[in-house]
């Protein structure tokens, strides 16, 4: 079976532009979460979805935006991009998203902004 | 004080160790306790998943949780150099906390 999967694999923008990074879970998964990861950092909680509906968020601006698709797919979006959001954007899937649940992540969209 | 508190190392050990892996927490809401392995360019792998007090084997792994002291270990046996990567402690709760990880080099 296929694992989470995430695109791009890399990007490059400028600062001031948007961003939109995409993610399709592990089939039967129906919660998706996002994480920011610096380098030298673990993975830092952005947004958590489960059934298309927002379940949490983590400490981060109103620029950072997600959605999740009835197919359980989910966006990540990130609007008037900073130098400081360069770092490895991860998606992980759950099958509940509930709190036993282990995630398992995508190897990343690895964003650099110049 | 963070919630999740990690040696960042780097650790560096001879194939063949014992590895001892080391987190603490602060939060006592945290309910789960997960530890993953994380190789350069690549998304983090779950390693050990538990969410009681005690010890949990798979393999050459061991996850032990104390949660009265809140303090969590991943203990790998028989090292090899594939085990070289960086490992993340995360206990959880209504949402999931890293620690900052533990990078680990096994040398032949």
């Known amino acids: 079976d296929a694992g989470v999967t995430q695109s791009p694999t890399h990007l490059i923008k400028t600062r001031g532009q948007h961003v939109t990074l995409r993610c399709s879970p592990i089939s039967g998964h ?4 996002w994480y920011q990861q610096v380098l030298g950092q673990g993975p830092q909680f952005i947004f958590q979805y489960y059934e ?13 935006s997600a959605r999740q698709f009835p197919n359980y797919s989910s966006e990540l979006n990130v609007n008037a991009l900073l130098l400081g959001d360069s770092a490895l954007y991860l998606c992980a899937s759950s099958f509940q998203g509930g709190d036993n649940q282990p995630q398992h992540f995508g190897d990343g969209t690895r964003l650099s902004i110049l | 004080q963070k919630e999740v508190e990690q040696d960042p190392g780097p650790l560096s ?7 001892s892996l080391n987190c603490t927490y602060s939060n006592s809401a945290f309910q789960y306790f997960m530890w993953y392995r994380q190789y350069s360019r690549k998304g983090p ?14 393999g050459r792994f061991t996850a032990q949780v104390d949660k009265s002291s809140k303090y969590i270990s991943l203990f790998i ?3 090899q150099p594939s085990d070289s990567a960086t490992y993340l402690c995360a206990p959880g ?3 999931m906390r890293f620690g900052a ?4 080099t096994v040398k032949p």
């Open chain 1, 30 to 33: 129906k919660s998706v979460s």
């Open chain 1, 52 to 64: 298309k509906e927002e379940r949490g968020r983590g400490n981060f601006p109103d620029r950072f």
């Open chain 2, 13 to 19: 050990v001879p194939e063949g160790a014992i590895v």
């Open chain 2, 45 to 58: 792998e779950l390693l050990m998943y538990t969410y009681s007090s005690g010890n949990k084997e798979d």
């Open chain 2, 77 to 79: 046996r028989d090292s």
């Open chain 2, 93 to 95: 709760g209504d949402d």
């Open chain 2, 101 to 104: 990880g533990t990078r680990l």
